[in-house]
């Protein structure tokens, strides 16, 4: 490959985390005029005043799609026949002694411990049984493809659909875990040499955080073994895939990235990502326009040719090169998402993981060198990747990429990027998560959202508060970084309306983009019917999904599925004994949502009440 082929591709390579950015929403899409009052318009998030912009029309938008007037849509969650139409009996005092049991702490704390025991004194099918009958029962759809069948059917009768998400983990101590993460995470390089790199700290393995599923209830956690047991996960996707597009037409399968190859690439491509941001921001202060929005910065073609020029990034041939193309620097400017694009020609993976210096304006390697096995990982990364991809197109499967830690994310999200540019060209297919308990959530979907807008492709989101904040938090005050996490919980709420508003605008004016609004939140739930209601998105057109956990929030799940609107249920499945670190994370994730508010289970009770009141002692759902 040419120096400047090897150059250019590195600049593909930068699309990832966007870091401490503010962008202006108005600016970059055609809006009606705004009715809010100047203070409505001016909001503090997380220290930063957002002020709305003056909507300027763009011409690449795509023109509004005349939507007929909509009797508005309400949703009583109050109203239990609706809510458990699809629940016998048997199913309603399950989820009360579930429920109740999750409110005892020494039970949850020690779950694992006491399922051990169980196992002991009863025996295997005992145990099994008594699963059955509580916890598995309660959040595990069934053992295998086959067993979950009814369970979908039924849902589905009811207006709910399917993620299916295969829930078998493997049952390592901590330092089991730890071993695997520090040999999967530090390369031949850093092990020969470990001072010799230019890595950042957040972005390298650290002992003390080792064990990644160290403070988290919410999420599955996978540990690098080798390539065959990436292998073997990724047929496990494929069989999800494969399965959620058997049982409905209109399915979703969700996957993780740390299942599918060594997670040093990700660690590595992540703090280059973040090191091309920061260059790009650097180009831009020599302009003098650092204290622009992210995307009306826009440099000056001849200009960033004279600097990159006397940088030594290239040779002025090969640099004008670099800016020709169908569009790019036609404007004579280049902005951050121009930037993203300019080059996609690379031979080798390892060529990404070269980064700026912006003492020398020298290219340099992140590592100094890489190993044979090591390209070859990062290939076969990608290529899972891409081979998952083509087959949830191939059976009509949403695919969803689970978000991750921080210092993963940059890299996951520049990845399922790559995947919605490629396979969302006629229809939504992949779906990326963002975390919106993150400061700078809303910059990385205006970003994601504007990209799509220029290149023309469905852009698909799901929305979730997050799963590693703990974790998060507490490796940012050890290791010595800016701790990610919005301060505190209404900061995030704030952060999550901020980021749906926009997304459901974003639908408003232009029908290619998508979003699951995974919460079980009902007051979130009611601000998204309430903005549709706003402006008239009917549920039937399948923009906006909502998406709750099996065995949790039926308040929320049935009465919207009854109502017409697209709901999904997260439907793990596995058996019983490879399923228990789930089990064990649902019993502490219901915990706290159990203590923090009783009105899911008073609202068991008066559904059980109403129906002995009512004669139905042997209540059956009809469908």
Not at 210 to 221: K, N
Not at 320 to 340: A, R
Not at 447 to 472: H, I, N, P, T
Not at 560 to 587: C, D, H, M, T
Request: aromatic share 10%; with cysteine; proline share 3%.
């Amino acid at each position: 490959m040419s120096y400047a082929k090897f150059v250019a591709a590195l600049a593909r390579a930068n699309s990832g985390n966007v870091k401490n950015i503010r962008i202006s929403p108005g600016r970059y899409r055609s809006t009606v005029a705004s009715t809010k009052s100047k203070e409505e318009k001016e909001q503090n998030i997380d220290g930063c005043t957002v002020v709305e912009a003056v909507p300027v029309e763009l011409i690449s938008q795509t023109k509004n799609v005349t939507v007929t007037p909509l009797s508005k849509i309400h949703i009583d969650f109050d109203n239990t026949k609706e809510a458990y139409r699809s629940k016998d009996n048997i199913e309603l005092l399950r989820s009360l002694l579930v429920f109740k049991l999750c409110t005892f702490d020494f039970l949850v704390e020690k779950n694992k411990e006491l399922m051990d025991l169980t196992k002991k004194l009863l025996g295997q099918w005992m145990f099994n049984k008594m699963m059955k009958m509580t916890f598995y029962g309660q959040f595990v759809a069934g053992e295998d493809h086959n067993s979950i069948k009814p369970l979908i059917q039924k849902n589905q009768a009811f207006g709910v659909g399917a993620v299916l998400d295969y829930s078998v983990e493997e049952d390592l101590t901590q330092e089991e875990a730890v071993k695997k993460e520090m040999d999967s995470c530090v390369s031949e390089a850093e092990k020969e040499s470990p001072d010799a790199d230019h890595r950042e700290r957040k972005y390298k393995a650290h002992r003390q955080f080792g064990d990644r599923r160290g403070g988290v209830i919410s999420a599955r956690t996978y540990f690098y073994a080798d390539e065959a047991k990436c292998d073997n996960q990724m047929e496990t996707f494929i069989n999800c895939i494969t399965a959620s597009g058997g049982a409905s037409a209109d399915g979703f399968s969700a996957i993780k990235m740390t299942a599918l190859g060594r997670p040093h690439f990700l660690l590595q491509f992540s703090e280059v990502l973040v090191k091309w941001r920061r260059f790009f921001n650097f180009l831009s202060a020599q302009q003098g326009k650092s204290d622009m929005m992210v995307l009306e910065q826009k440099l000056e073609l001849e200009q960033l040719k004279e600097s990159l020029t006397k940088m030594g990034v290239g040779a002025k041939d090969d640099i004008e090169n670099w800016f020709t193309g169908e569009k790019l620097g036609l404007s004579g400017t280049i902005d951050l998402l121009d930037w993203n694009s300019l080059i996609n020609d690379t031979t080798k993976i390892s060529n990404l993981l070269m980064l700026p210096n912006l003492e020398t304006g020298q290219l340099e390697p992140l590592l100094n060198k890489f190993t044979a096995e090591e390209e070859r990982q990062m290939k076969r990364m990608l290529q899972r990747v891409d081979v998952l991809a083509k087959h949830a197109m191939q059976n009509g499967v949403r695919l969803m990429v689970d978000a991750e830690q921080t210092y993963f994310q940059p890299a996951i999200s520049r990845l399922t990027l790559e995947m919605m540019r490629r396979f969302n060209r006629e229809k939504p297919i992949i779906f990326n998560t963002y975390q919106c308990y993150l400061k700078e959530a809303y910059d990385n979907v205006t970003m994601d959202v504007e990209l799509s807008r220029r290149e023309d492709w469905y852009f698909g989101a799901k929305l979730v508060r997050g799963a590693y904040m703990y974790q998060e938090r507490a490796r940012a005050e050890e290791i010595g970084y800016e701790d990610p996490i919005n301060p505190d919980y209404e900061a995030t709420n704030r952060m999550y309306h901020k980021c749906l508003e926009y997304v459901l605008e974003e639908i408003e004016y232009n029908r290619k983009a998508n979003i699951m609004v995974a919460t079980h939140n009902e007051d979130t739930v009611k601000f998204t019917l309430q903005k549709m209601n706003e402006m008239a998105l009917s549920p039937t057109e399948n923009k906006v999904y909502f998406g709750q956990l099996l065995g949790m929030c039926d308040q929320i799940s049935f009465p919207l599925g009854q109502a017409g609107f697209p709901v999904y249920k997260y439907v793990p499945y596995g058996p019983v004994n490879e399923v228990i670190p789930y089990l064990s994370r649902r019993a502490q994730e219901n915990r706290g949502f159990m203590k923090g508010s009783q009105r899911e289970r008073s609202l068991l009770w008066k559904e059980l009440k109403r129906r002995v009141l009512g004669g139905q002692m042997f209540y059956k759902p009809v469908y």
